[in-house]
């Protein structure tokens, strides 16, 4: 209850889960098309795509923190929904792009797309009605890496944003030390942060037979 009366905690979450959802959806799309686009077409720089991708995630987040916050401020990005969900989108790609290639190319057997192709599907009409589809898997434990990037992610959106109104909650949980001090509201910050890992769970728990089945597709061929 104290955590409610002093904190605007649901306005909080809201944001939140308003560019976490965004961010999902950014991530899905781009991923999906890129993921199989690197595991069908056999084309020249496919082999230093995926590289340059790998690459991405050995690079520190803190590393172009300043010169990408200025690239935002130039564009007037900042302080708003549309620079957090961007910035969060582009960290996310690389890596769903990667999870959604070695997804398909695991699982789907290409067999199944040259079937309908002899019956007259056009690549596209492949990758709507059998490629995505049967992904559907790789496409939820796709979508719960880049909705738990958005929602934990801190650094950025505390540099982001200025105005109290759009704070996500993972910067509003900070009010309490920088408010209250951290030694004296230690315990309700707990309670906060057990509060906001709620929606988190939720979502595990009606994704959790997509996750297990995208996790274990492709171990065992029959």
Known sequence: IEVWSTLPLLRYMG????VAICTTAICLVFATLAGYSLSRYRIRVRKAGVSLFLF?????GMLP???FYFMMFNFKLTNTYAGLIIAYAIWGIPF????MRGYFTSAIPPSLEESATIDGCTRWGTFIKIAVPLSIPGLVATSIFSFILAWNEFMWASVMLNNTDMKPVSVGIYDYIGQYGGNVRISMTMA???LITLPAMILFSFLQKY??????SGAVKG
């Not at 996750?211 to 274990?216: A, D, N, V, W």
């Open 192 to 194: 906060t942060a057990v």
């Open 211 to 216: 996750l297990i089945s995208g996790l274990t």
């Open 15 to 18: 944001n939140s889960l308003f």
């Open 96 to 99: 769903c792009t990667l999870m």
């Open 65 to 67: 923190f300043v010169a």
């Open 56 to 60: 991405t995630q050995l690079i520190p």
